[in-house]
């Protein structure tokens, strides 16, 4: 039988096998530590120790159980207690082990809290010390505030018995005062009624020595008339001589007292005064630069240099001797003008030439007030109706109330106009002569009126800036003027009333 040969090199082999796996155990036992060698026995050894000790301590502890139990709130928290308290002790419906738990995780934080407020305390410390200095500031202020309102309190006070003390003395000071502004007013009251009595008295004495005026007059021109006639006749000439002597006589002495009457009392017959009036095409430069005729322009028109038309005055030229001043200005005689820094009457003028009165017909003037008082026509300066200049413009000025507030001469002048111009509404009713009446807007240049005089002027005012007509119109429809009148005796009737003519304000200042 033959068998399979023997192959020498495996058998080699695998004893280099064995022999290099051995060698590779010992190396991985070298290898390992103690506690990989014996570690199961070391913790079986543990376990076996802490389950002996577990019991020596149960039984330890379960002898002493009632002892422990009956001190249990002071005695919880002690280590050799804590893993048993469920079985020493545990409320009703609670495992031994839940106790156990609770009671550990009480104790924890028992030892927690007594560990973190020593931990705080620094911080405790802190706080505190940084309160009590808070407290103390706190404090101060309030002392500072208390101080303060005591002091605001007797400030008060002392302030309050300085006011009663005061007022203890004004008081009856005060009604010293009122009693003597009281009697100053009686005394202004009364005296201004005696004024008044007396100036109606006046008026009353010149009215009436002005109509004797007129008497004597006329009675002087009767006697002429008489006397002319008797000499005319050859047979009335021994009383033509007899009568011309009694009028010499009485003439003079009537002469006497005309002057006497005249030029000492300041008593005129009611006549019509002589006028200071343009012809109607004159020529007036406006503040736009253009020019417009005088008859055209219309109150509270504003003319060259911020000139304020105050007021447009129409008036009969009846009987007015009218000069060419400068070959371009038609104006009455008596017109004063501004020459060679002398304020004179245009007749006097080098330059005025007069116009034969069969060469004028013009049945009617203009003038107008201004805001300046003056009236510039081709750089010649004349004054305005009013005629004030010099002693006379400072005396109007003065009159004016409230003085005190004029700023500049510009606005005195203006103030003129503001505060002693005056004027009627269109519809006021003027009493006519002949018993009927009319709206003094249709009055007409000639008319007689019930006072006997006769109308020789129309004027029309500017009514928004005189004083108690300063504001603004409500309606655009309301009138933007005033109306007055100039009369030959200066005086018109109107609802019961006699009023003096627009000439009146200015003339009895002066």
């Known amino acids: 039988m033959n068998q399979p040969p023997i192959n020498v090199n495996n058998n080699v082999n695998n004893n280099l096998d064995y022999a290099g796996m051995s060698e590779y155990v010992n190396e991985l036992y070298d290898k390992l530590s103690y506690y990989d060698m014996y570690g199961s026995t070391i913790m079986v050894f543990i376990i076996i120790t802490l389950v002996v000790f577990f019991l020596y301590g149960y039984f330890q502890i379960m002898r002493v159980r009632e002892e422990v139990a009956g001190d249990w709130q002071n005695q919880r928290c002690d280590p050799k207690y804590i893993p048993f308290a469920g079985f020493i002790t545990h409320p009703d419906g609670t495992t031994p082990f839940e106790y ?15 560990v973190a407020g020593e931990a705080m305390q620094p911080l405790n410390y802190l706080v505190s010390g940084v309160t009590g200095a808070l407290n103390i500031i706190s404090s ?7 101080f303060i309102n005591i002091l605001r309190k007797n ?20 009604s010293l005062f009122i009693s003597l502004s009281d009697m100053l007013g009686k005394t202004q009251g009364i005296m201004t009624a005696g004024l008044y009595t007396f100036l109606g008295m006046y008026d009353t004495l010149k009215s009436l020595l002005g109509s004797i005026v007129e008497l004597t007059v006329v009675m002087l021109m009767a006697m002429v008339i008489i006397i ?7 047979i009335g000439w021994p009383a033509a001589a007899s009568a011309s002597a009694i009028y010499v006589v009485f003439a003079l002495l009537l002469s006497i007292l005309i002057v006497f009457l005249t030029e000492v009392m300041g008593i005129k017959s009611s006549s019509v005064p002589k006028l200071r009036c343009f012809d109607k095409d004159t020529l007036l430069k406006m503040s736009d630069n253009t020019h417009k ?42 017109h004063i003008v501004l020459y060679q820094g002398q304020w004179i009457p245009v007749k006097n003028h080098p330059l005025a030439v007069e116009i034969l009165k069969d060469e004028y017909s013009e049945p009617f003037l203009y003038c107008l007030n201004t805001s300046s008082k003056e009236i510039i026509i081709n750089d010649i300066i004349f004054t305005d109706w009013d005629e004030i200049y010099e002693r006379s413009l400072t005396a109007v000025i003065n009159a004016v109330p409230q003085n005190i507030f004029i700023k500049n001469a510009a606005e005195q002048k203006a103030n003129i106009h503001r505060y002693l111009d005056a004027g009627f509404e269109s519809d006021t009713v003027v009493y006519l002569f002949d018993g009927t009446n009319k709206a003094i807007k249709d009055v007409q240049i000639g008319d007689k009126l019930s006072t006997r005089g006769i109308v020789y002027g129309i004027v029309e005012i500017e009514k928004d800036t005189i004083l108690g007509n300063l504001k603004e119109r409500e309606e655009e429809k309301e009138e933007k003027r005033l109306y007055h009148l ?8 109107t609802k019961g009333k006699i009023i003096r003519d627009y000439n009146d304000k200015i003339d009895s200042i002066i």
């Open 100 to 114: 156990t738990s609770e009671n550990f995780q009480y104790c924890i934080q028992d030892l927690q809290k007594g």
């Open 140 to 146: 101060s202020i309030q002392k500072t505030r208390e």
């Open 155 to 174: 400030i008060r006070k002392f302030a309050e018995d300085v006011l009663h003390k005061i007022l203890n003395v004004m008081i009856p000071l005060q």
């Open 228 to 234: 002319v006639g008797l000499w005319s006749i050859p």
């Open 293 to 334: 005729k005088i008859i055209d322009i219309n109150v509270g028109d504003m003319l060259a240099n911020n000139t304020l038309v105050t007021a447009k005055m129409k008036v009969d030229a009846a009987g007015l001797r009218m000069f060419v001043l400068d070959d371009t200005v038609t104006v009455s005689e008596s």
């Open 486 to 493: 100039l009369v030959s005796n200066k005086l018109f009737e």
